[in-house]
């Protein structure tokens, strides 16, 4: 069963741009650096750290911390 906090991150990336989507669920849900991200997209890593700190940012403010 998943808990509340579970869904509550799964929502706040299903809300983001599909890009950020599959960023955010390579990094998070697979383990994947962004590095890896990056070299699986063809595209700078830096974008990729973007992406990644977007999300947390979005996180964080729908989680309240």
Request: glycine fraction near 6%; hydrophobic fraction near 50%.
């Amino acid at each position: 069963k998943m808990r509340a906090v579970e869904r509550t991150i799964i929502e706040v990336i299903e809300s983001l741009p599909g890009e950020y989507q599959f960023v955010l669920r390579a990094h998070y849900v697979a383990g994947k650096s962004a590095a890896e991200i990056a070299a699986a997209l063809s595209v700078p890593t830096d974008s990729v750290v973007r992406i990644i700190s977007a999300g947390k940012a979005a996180l964080a403010r729908e989680l309240g911390l």
